[in-house]
């Protein structure tokens, strides 16, 4: 292949490549392309064999792949294009703007257009948006060896050969499925449904979200899902590998998002400085005009704390006790939520069992606090003054209430997210942590005024 848009040599960086990856597997490449130039990577693939440059293309852990295809001429894309597989083309065509795409989009054959059109017309995350179109599948009428031979023709343009679909030869129903080693076992004469797995198989809907495709190839063992439409009639297949990529793609940027900022959305290294900037800053600002009611909170009581300072040593205990019972509710929910053992309407079966829980766990830190107010006192290690018992009590009682609604409300965040149609990621630690910091003070100051009013207050 020859590249028109590229400098006629090479750089330093793809001269490296070539002569430093001899003998290297397809992963390898893939990871040495990764740390080059766009222009050097694509001249380093269109100097490959055709076979070896459409293996390394195909894998979704190539990051510039679009960039690459969008900078190589039409006629060396088309050849490339031709040999990936489907679902993976039209996630790269799906990376790049209105023109390149259709420059690409009118170098490929018209069966292979409808075909990626197809896929691109079905929403991100679903069964559809990460199907792919080349699977193994015959009539019902065949026999075994008919089949044996069909798939030594075609397995290498299909995504996998490890379940053969079978079809009513009329409707184009999917009947049965066949695994590979039933098929290869099977009598050469008999009927192929006479190997084939006995009930109905398993199959999606095209626009069934990827999370719940997981849960059936988990549920049932299987390395490849069919995804059928409303008359049975087979679309496509999910495989197991392309969900792994998709959901570690997703437990990316749920991770990033839990962690108080916008997905980055490529890999650390690769993003730009303003980049950065542009991710976190908001969040933070948002965060920081949220710890701006805990300012307001100290300030309504400024006169507490004028005639108790001895509070305000308690006030990072109190706080940070609360924003990590808030913190572990809400990272459990979110999981439970993502794995499907929860769904919105138990909201009530997680508050009912939240409200002991935190009762108990603010408990437990209420205790270990007043224990430490007692021995801190009674080992002149600190003075506390002359109320210092009730000052431990009402640390104890403050801890109990702050813990319990920390609990409380970073397990029901994740319900109201998903109610209002967000992501319940986006229910990050710092932002639940500063929700409950506003609410722990205006809790701590109102059992100090219950506990301590008449003697410090």
Request: net charge negative; hydrophobic share 50%.
């Given at each position: 292949?020859n590249?028109?848009?590229?400098?006629?040599?090479?750089?330093?960086a793809?001269?490296?490549?070539?002569?430093?990856s001899r003998?290297?597997?397809?992963?390898?490449?893939?990871?040495a392309?990764?740390?080059?130039?766009?222009?050097?990577?694509?001249?380093?693939?269109c100097?490959?064999?055709?076979?070896?440059?459409v293996?390394?293309?195909?894998?979704?852990?190539?990051?510039?792949a679009?960039?690459?295809l969008?900078?190589?001429?039409?006629?060396?894309?088309?050849?490339l294009?031709?040999g990936?597989?489907n679902?993976?083309?039209?996630?790269?065509?799906?990376e790049l703007?209105?023109?390149?795409?259709?420059r690409?989009f009118?170098?490929?054959?018209?069966?292979?257009?409808?075909?990626?059109q197809?896929?691109?017309?079905?929403?991100?995350r679903t069964?559809?948006?990460?199907?792919?179109?080349e699977?193994?599948?015959?009539?019902?009428?065949?026999t075994v060896?008919?089949?044996?031979?069909?798939?030594?023709?075609?397995?290498?343009?299909?995504?996998t050969?490890?379940?053969?679909?079978?079809l009513?030869?009329?409707?184009?129903?999917?009947?049965?499925?066949v695994t590979?080693?039933?098929?290869?076992?099977?009598?050469?004469?008999?009927?192929i449904?006479s190997?084939a797995?006995?009930?109905?198989p398993?199959?999606a809907d095209?626009?069934?979200?990827q999370?719940d495709?997981?849960?059936?190839?988990?549920?049932?063992?299987?390395?490849?899902?069919?995804?059928?439409?409303?008359?049975g009639?087979?679309l496509g297949?999910?495989?197991?590998?392309d969900v792994?990529?998709?959901?570690?793609?997703?437990t990316?940027?749920?991770a990033?998002r839990?962690?108080?900022?916008?997905?980055?959305?490529?890999p650390?290294?690769?993003?730009?400085?303003?980049?950065?900037?542009r991710?976190r800053?908001?969040?933070?600002?948002?965060?920081?005009?949220g710890?701006?009611?805990?300012a307001?909170?100290?300030?309504?009581?400024?006169?507490?704390?004028?005639?108790?300072?001895?509070?305000?040593?308690?006030i990072?205990?109190?706080?940070?006790?609360?924003g990590?019972?808030?913190?572990?509710?809400?990272?459990?929910?979110?999981?439970?939520?993502?794995?499907?053992?929860?769904?919105?309407?138990?909201?009530?079966?997680?508050?009912?069992?939240e409200?002991?829980?935190?009762?108990v766990?603010?408990a437990?830190?209420?205790?270990?606090?007043f224990?430490?107010i007692?021995?801190?006192?009674?080992?002149g290690?600190?003075?506390?003054?002359p109320?210092?018992?009730m000052?431990?009590?009402?640390?104890?009682a403050a801890?109990?209430?702050?813990?319990?609604?920390?609990?409380?409300?970073?397990s029901?965040l994740p319900?109201?997210?998903q109610?209002?149609r967000?992501?319940p990621?986006?229910?990050?630690?710092?932002?639940?942590?500063?929700?409950?910091?506003?609410?722990?003070l205006v809790?701590y100051?109102?059992?100090?005024l219950?506990i301590l009013?008449?003697?410090?207050l």
């Amino acid at each position: 292949m020859n590249i028109n848009r590229f400098p006629l040599r090479a750089g330093h960086a793809a001269r490296a490549f070539i002569n430093n990856s001899r003998g290297a597997t397809i992963a390898e490449r893939v990871e040495a392309l990764n740390a080059l130039s766009v222009q050097d990577a694509g001249r380093v693939l269109c100097g490959m064999p055709l076979d070896y440059a459409v293996n390394i293309l195909d894998r979704p852990e190539l990051r510039n792949a679009a960039q690459i295809l969008a900078l190589i001429s039409a006629e060396d894309a088309a050849r490339l294009l031709h040999g990936m597989s489907n679902d993976r083309v039209a996630d790269v065509l799906l990376e790049l703007d209105g023109e390149t795409r259709a420059r690409l989009f009118s170098s490929l054959d018209e069966p292979v257009r409808i075909a990626i059109q197809h896929l691109m017309g079905y929403p991100p995350r679903t069964a559809g948006g990460i199907m792919t179109t080349e699977f193994v599948s015959v009539p019902d009428s065949w026999t075994v060896a008919r089949t044996l031979d069909h798939v030594r023709q075609v397995e290498r343009s299909r995504e996998t050969v490890y379940a053969i679909y079978v079809l009513d030869e009329v409707s184009h129903a999917l009947l049965h499925v066949v695994t590979l080693r039933r098929l290869i076992t099977g009598e050469p004469d008999a009927s192929i449904l006479s190997v084939a797995q006995k009930g109905a198989p398993v199959s999606a809907d095209p626009l069934m979200k990827q999370e719940d495709v997981a849960r059936l190839i988990r549920k049932h063992d299987l390395l490849a899902l069919p995804v059928t439409d409303e008359h049975g009639q087979m679309l496509g297949i999910v495989t197991v590998d392309d969900v792994i990529d998709t959901m570690i793609s997703d437990t990316t940027e749920a991770a990033q998002r839990f962690g108080g900022m916008e997905a980055l959305g490529q890999p650390y290294m690769k993003i730009s400085f303003a980049g950065m900037i542009r991710k976190r800053a908001g969040w933070l600002a948002a965060l920081f005009l949220g710890e701006m009611l805990t300012a307001s909170a100290m300030q309504h009581f400024e006169g507490e704390l004028e005639k108790a300072v001895v509070l305000t040593l308690f006030i990072p205990l109190i706080m940070s006790s609360g924003g990590n019972s808030g913190s572990q509710a809400t990272s459990l929910i979110i999981r439970a939520l993502a794995l499907g053992e929860l769904k919105l309407s138990d909201w009530w079966k997680v508050l009912l069992r939240e409200l002991p829980t935190g009762v108990v766990l603010g408990a437990i830190l209420g205790l270990v606090g007043f224990v430490r107010i007692v021995f801190w006192q009674s080992a002149g290690l600190y003075d506390y003054g002359p109320h210092w018992q009730m000052v431990a009590v009402t640390v104890f009682a403050a801890l109990i209430g702050i813990v319990t609604f920390g609990s409380i409300c970073g397990s029901m965040l994740p319900f109201v997210l998903q109610k209002l149609r967000l992501d319940p990621a986006s229910a990050s630690a710092p932002f639940v942590a500063t929700l409950v910091d506003v609410t722990g003070l205006v809790i701590y100051f109102s059992v100090a005024l219950l506990i301590l009013s008449g003697t410090l207050l």
